[in-house]
């Protein structure tokens, strides 16, 4: 780990990602994107597919320091492929002094990394593309109206999941699908834990070939709740359980922190409106305990 | 160099003369010889750059834009599905202004699913974006791949080109093809200029990003069908200087004795080479028939066209597609550049050599007598679909076959 990243005063004091973009108050994507920036730096492309960060770059502006390509919902890997082998081809050829090289970002959120995209992510994995994939997970189909897509966890309201129990699957695991494929690097992050995440970004940078940023994006009109408890939510997701901090590297998964003592999920769940039919008008108990004994059962399994 | 080469080689050949950088692949019949003598030569050295297989077509034009946006010579691949597997990304990438070349194979769509050639696939990318080129033989896939990059390079341009050859028609049939040497192709076709898009640290760049509102939606809409209609002016300078090159005279439109005919046929692809030897046949036996076959189909060579059919009597347009509910598609397309032309032909419509079908000598003279009946009549006679009485029997029997295994189990019990 790098030295220098002990202590929030650590943190970069510039910030490379302008304000004003067409992105709601209160996104835990965005938060998590300006930090992630802000370590990445300006030598990136951002490829990105069709999801809400896609308005960020709306013409003539944009806000990032680096360069641009929106290619489709499905295909931000492949497109970061192309990319980064004209690159290599320049390079090998000599036309491509090293100062001019550029990091591969593929930027999608939770639909297109889980779903529509999956077989081009899978696909570039296996290949080894060296590139940085960050995926923010909003749970749902956000851009469209917070649809239930395969990342939205169980018992979670969404436009197309209204019934008295919400989404009746639970949470696909990207990060474990990525895992399985021995990727450079893959990493959970959530804006709500800087340092966390710029110790990750940091470690991710220094690699070559795939990784996984994957952070959990607080969402406030998708997850019904006041933009201004975006952090606080965020940090209930870490120290419920809900979302586990943690990092494949070297072949191994590693918790970088383990929650103790857990708060009991509803701590997290009782904050957002999309959870509110599991309280009101009466409580859901069985949907309730089915969430809490999966993060049980999950850390059970870590601690073992 | 003079060989013996298919379609799919003399393809491979044009991406090596044109010293294509990147090859982002994925397989399809008939379209796989292309990629594979391509991996060859990236491994043998012959070539040098780098063959990605992808795992879609929809991946691989994907990669295959952002290389071009990126700098680099693109050349790639596909055919009938792939096709349409990767339509989302040829609509897009044409707004990128990063030119390359994709060759289809053209293979009937399914349903039923086939294997054997029609124009679907390829004209289902019409209205992309993408120039399209149409070619007849194998010296013409060659050719067109190198007039493809020259024309999509063109600063006036920079548009992504399509070059069609008819799949198990051109691309498996060995014809004889001469072959550009490395430094006359290099000579017509200079190293690939970026001309600023391209993405580099320091020089950042937005592509492809979104709109608000539909004039900023419609100014580049516009701009792009703008550099598509330039096109054909750079193309007929672009040709006459491959004619002077190498000796070839790729026209955008072919007219083959079409100068003093009174009829004609109208096609484009493989199968255009039919209609030039019962033209001769035609012709033989008294009969003033010509061929009119348009090479580049966008932009679309209107002016040409009208020049072409101006004052012929009748013209038969034969397309191998179905546009499903309307009919031929480059019928409705020619009328709508030849109606209200003065000394416009009548015009009528043929559907033929669909998934493989052949279109037989016999038709073609079929055809040349509805034309001649239409001309005395001064009626156009309604469009028809090609097909003979012996292969409805042949499908009747068929039929009773597949009613007759349906039954089996019954018959069995
Ligand atoms: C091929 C295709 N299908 C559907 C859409 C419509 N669409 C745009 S964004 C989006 C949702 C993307 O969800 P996600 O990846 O989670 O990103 P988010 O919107 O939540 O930021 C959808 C369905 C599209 N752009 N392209
Ligand atoms: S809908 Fe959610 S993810 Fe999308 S911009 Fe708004 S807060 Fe961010
Ligand atoms: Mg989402």
């Known amino acids: 780990m790098n030295p220098a990243l002990r202590r929030m005063k650590d943190l970069p004091s510039t910030h490379l990602l302008g304000a004003g973009s067409a992105m709601c108050a209160g996104c835990g994507g965005l938060l998590a994107l300006h930090e992630i920036c802000d370590l990445l730096g300006a030598r990136t492309v951002f490829v990105n597919a069709a999801s809400c960060m896609t308005l960020l770059a709306s013409y003539p502006f944009t806000p990032f320091r680096g360069s641009w390509l929106y290619t489709a919902m499905a295909s931000a890997p492949a497109g970061a492929q192309g990319v980064r082998d004209a690159l290599d081809i320049l390079s090998e050829r000599g036309r491509l002094p090293p100062e001019q090289d550029l990091t591969a970002v593929a930027l999608t959120g939770d639909g297109a990394a889980t779903g529509i995209g999956l077989s081009a992510t899978a696909g570039a994995i296996d290949r080894g593309l060296d590139f940085i994939y960050l995926c923010y997970d909003n749970e749902g189909y956000g851009n469209t109206g917070q649809q239930s897509s395969p990342a939205t966890p169980l018992g979670a309201r969404t436009a197309t999941s209204t019934g008295a129990h919400g989404h009746p699957a639970s949470k696909m695991d990207l990060f474990a699908i990525w895992v399985a494929q021995r990727p450079a690097y893959a990493a959970t992050v959530i804006g709500a834990d800087p340092l966390d995440l710029a110790r990750k970004i940091d470690r991710a940078r220094a690699l070559k070939g795939p990784r996984l940023i994957h952070a959990l994006a607080p969402c406030p009109p998708g997850w019904s709740f006041d933009p201004a408890e975006g952090v606080e939510i965020g940090r209930l997701a870490v120290k419920t359980g809900i979302w586990p901090l943690k990092e494949y590297v070297d072949g191994r998964v590693v918790h970088t922190h383990v929650p103790h003592p857990r708060l009991p999920v509803e701590e997290y769940l009782k904050r957002q409106g999309r959870f509110r039919h599991l309280f009101e008008p009466g409580r859901d108990t069985r949907v309730l305990a089915q969430i809490q004994s999966q993060v049980d059962a999950y850390w059970e399994q870590v601690c073992a | 160099m003079r060989r013996l080469l298919t379609g799919n080689a003399a393809a491979a050949w044009g991406a090596r003369l044109a010293r294509a950088d990147y090859v982002p692949a994925f397989p399809i019949t008939p379209q796989t010889e292309i990629i594979e003598l391509l991996a060859q030569w990236f491994g043998s050295g012959e070539l040098r750059g780098r063959l990605t297989l992808l795992e879609s077509e929809h991946s691989m034009l994907t990669a295959a834009a952002a290389a071009a946006a990126t700098g680099v010579r ?49 004209l289902a990318a019409r209205d992309s974006g993408f120039l399209q080129f149409h070619c007849a033989s194998c010296q013409e896939v060659v050719d067109s791949v190198l007039l493809a990059y020259r024309l999509a390079e063109d600063p006036r341009v920079r548009l992504p080109a399509l070059v069609n050859l008819d799949g198990f028609h051109l691309s498996f049939t060995r014809e004889p093809v001469d072959l550009p040497t490395a430094e006359a192709a290099a000579a017509f ?225």
């Open chain 2, 74 to 122: 693109v050349f790639t691949a596909t055919s009938s599905q792939g096709l349409l597997y990767a339509m989302e990304m040829l609509y897009a990438v044409p707004g990128w202004r990063a030119p390359f070349v994709l060759v289809n194979v053209s293979r009937g769509l399914a349903s039923p699913i086939t294997l054997e050639s029609d124009h679907n696939d390829v």
């Open chain 2, 189 to 413: 076709l200079p190293p690939f200029e970026s001309q600023g898009i391209e993405f580099r640290a320091g020089r950042p760049v937005s592509q492809a990003v979104a709109v608000l509102g539909g004039s900023a939606y419609s100014y580049f809409r516009y701009e792009t069908h703008l550099a598509a209609e330039q096109a054909l002016q750079a193309h007929g300078a672009i040709a006459a200087e491959f004619a002077q090159r190498f000796g070839r005279r790729h026209d955008a439109v072919e007219r083959y004795r079409s100068d003093d005919a009174e009829i004609a046929f109208f096609m484009i692809g493989a199968f255009a080479t039919k209609a030039m030897d019962a033209v001769d046949r035609l012709r033989e036996a008294g009969i003033a028939a010509g061929l009119v076959r348009p090479r580049l189909l966008r932009p679309y060579p209107a002016a040409a066209l009208q020049r072409a059919l101006a004052g012929k009597r009748a013209v038969a347009v034969i397309d191998q597609n179905l546009s499903v509910g309307k009919g031929g598609v480059l019928h409705g397309e020619l009328a709508s550049v030849l109606y209200g032309q003065p000394d416009a032909p009548l015009l009528a419509s043929y559907i033929g050599g669909l998934g493989g079908r052949d279109i037989s000598a016999g038709e073609f003279f079929q055809i040349a007598r509805e034309l001649q009946d239409a001309v005395l009549a001064r009626r156009v006679p309604p469009p028809r679909l090609l097909y003979t009485a012996g292969e409805l029997r042949q499908m009747r029997n068929l039929q009773a076959i597949a009613a007759g295994e349906r039954g089996m189990p019954e018959a069995r019990a």
